[in-house]
T-cell receptor, first 113, second 116 residues
Framework: AQTVTQSQPEMSVQEAETVTLSCTYD???????LFWYKQPPSRQMILVIR??????QNATENRFSVNFQKAAKSFSLKISDSQLGDTAMYFC??????????FGKGTRLHILP | GAVVSQHPSRVICKSGTSVKIECRSL??????MFWYRQFPKQSLMLMAT?????????EQGVEKDKFLINHASLTLSTLTVTSAHPEDSSFYIC????????????FGEGSRLTVL
């Protein structure tokens, strides 16, 4: 069975610091998509970043970047210069060949002023 | 990006009544939409995949007769919670896949259902 594991239920960092959220997944597929979604208190799901498994280059979106290690099945998210507005629940997700997205349990991130 | 609108955002109903939640793709056609349920401080649990013009595909453990899904057009899917009970109280979220095959899902704002 395909699974997505986020081992950090909750994290807190000071504003302007860098924080890394970890994610591992398990699959036998060779091509797939990985995502990080953000769910702020409003509960609207927002796509943070997307990675295609066949691309070796790590995806980057402004202050957000990933460290994609395909062999290790690891997909961590780094947030640089963290801002108060980054406070949210972050979900790592995997898109399987059945076109279903599997979410991890989430990491609650608090950015402290 | 593509916009998905969900309505109502909040609904309170009495036990035994039915509630309908709508999910619309506003600026694109969505042949496939997904319905999720989210309990407090938990992840999203996929309930069913809604396919335009055909029956929905339900995940294991989800009651088809309890959660009726209709995808009558390329821009609208509805979830009807029938004979609702307090244990059906939850946050329900829909999503739709964009037209470009990037795998990205666009999410509605979610609907909080409270059954008294």
């Amino acid at each position: 069975a395909q699974t997505v594991t986020q081992s950090q239920p909750e994290m807190s960092v000071q504003e302007a610091e860098t924080v890394t959220l970890s994610c591992t997944y398990d699959t036998s597929e060779s091509n797939y998509y990985l995502f990080w979604y953000k769910q702020p208190p409003s509960r609207q799901m927002i796509l943070v970043i997307r990675q295609e498994a066949y691309k070796q280059q790590n995806a980057t979106e402004n202050r957000f970047s990933v460290n994609f290690q395909k062999a290790a099945k690891s997909f961590s998210l780094k947030i640089s210069d963290s801002q108060l507005g980054d406070t949210a629940m972050y979900f790592c997700a995997f898109l399987n060949r059945d076109d279903k997205i599997i979410f991890g349990k989430g990491t609650r991130l608090h950015i402290l002023p | 990006g593509a916009v998905v609108s969900q309505h109502p955002s909040r609904v309170i109903c009495k036990s035994g009544t039915s509630v309908k939640i709508e999910c619309r793709s506003l600026d694109f056609q969505a042949t496939t939409m997904f319905w999720y349920r989210q309990f407090p401080k938990q992840s999203l649990m996929l309930m069913a995949t809604s396919n335009e013009g055909s029956k929905a595909t339900y995940e294991q453990g989800v009651e088809k007769d309890k959660f009726l899904i209709n995808h009558a057009s390329l821009t609208l899917s509805t979830l009807t919670v029938t004979s609702a009970h307090p244990e059906d109280s939850s946050f329900y979220i829909c999503s739709a896949r964009g037209q470009r095959n990037t795998g990205e899902l666009f999410f509605g704002e979610g609907s909080r259902l409270t059954v008294l």
